[in-house]
């Protein structure tokens, strides 16, 4: 039986398939999954069963999942399908005999009032009513999705969001994968909900101050209204509808959705998670 791991080809799927490698799990004990086979292929130069899995497609889904012993459910991207897609991956999970269904989720999807949270949640209460042994890895915001703007933040000088004062708990992609790849190799986390997010909170102007500090560079935070906040983003070249998610995801933030000191993360990789100094010194190194 296989360790599947869905969308490995994103940034958090490729960051699992190599934790789960890291923890002595043999090539040939891994199942990597992408609709697009073609940007997994360096993972099957590696030995790892590479296979096709489209959400959409309820077929493709059976022959991923074939053998599989415990499955990886990476959240999919399409928010206004993600419900959709994630109950065709649990039923070919189930008649595939997965012993164990481990789910990215958000930050207190139980009480969410984000777009994110609301949909992630429907996706827990659907795993529940299915009775399949489950454990829900309820990621926070990824520390990426700011280390990922510092060209731009160095360009203007200015950290820009909707956040207000609220705590954000983001940790780095490979700190939850590695939270993943402990429980799908691990016994005793069936049932249990684990609230995940890095030990150092921020808001998003002590993120500015620690940008400025390591890079010695002048940044300054600018907080905006969740209306200015998503135009500026459109400004930025993104679509309108993701636009409008974000900013409403930084609103979660404000309420102090995206927050948490359960330290669980920490726990279960057995260490401190990277700290956003640390992220930002090794990307501009």
């Known amino acids: 039986m296989s360790i599947v791991v869905t969308a490995a080809s994103s940034r958090l799927g490729r960051h699992v398939v190599e934790a789960l490698l890291a923890r002595g799990v043999p090539a040939s004990g891994i199942v990597a999954t992408s609709r697009d086979v073609a940007r997994i292929k360096d993972l099957a130069d590696r030995g790892i069963d590479v296979r096709r ?20 459910l990476i959240s999919t991207t399409d928010v206004g399908r993600r419900v959709a897609n994630h109950r065709r991956a649990m039923d070919a999970a189930m008649a595939a005999g997965a012993s164990l269904i481990a789910y990215t989720s958000m930050l207190h999807a139980d009480t969410a009032t984000s777009i994110l949270g609301v949909a992630h949640h429907a996706t827990e209460q659907d795993l529940r009513h299915r009775g399949v042994p489950s454990v829900m890895l309820r990621n926070g915001w990824y520390l990426e999705n700011y280390i990922d703007q510092l060209p731009q933040v160095s360009l203007g000088g200015i950290m820009a969001g909707a956040t207000g004062s609220g705590r954000i708990s983001a940790a780095t992609r490979a700190d939850y994968a590695d939270a993943a790849a402990v429980v799908l ?18 808001t998003l102007g002590e993120l500015a101050a620690t940008i400025s500090a390591v890079t010695g560079e002048q940044i300054t935070h600018a907080d905006l209204s969740a209306s200015d906040f998503t135009q500026a983003l459109v400004d930025a070249g993104l679509p309108a509808e993701l636009a409008h998610i974000l900013a409403d995801a930084d609103l979660a933030m404000s309420r102090g959705e995206l927050f948490t000191d359960s330290g669980d993360l920490s726990r279960l990789i057995g260490r401190p998670t990277v700290r956003p100094a640390e992220a930002i010194a090794a990307a501009i190194s």
């Open 185 to 202: 190799t691990g016994e005793g986390h069936a049932g249990q909900v684990y609230e995940l997010g890095g030990d150092e909170a921020f």
């Open 53 to 72: 899995a489209d959400f959409a497609d309820a077929a493709s889904l059976s022959e991923a999942f074939e053998g599989a012993g415990k499955l990886l």
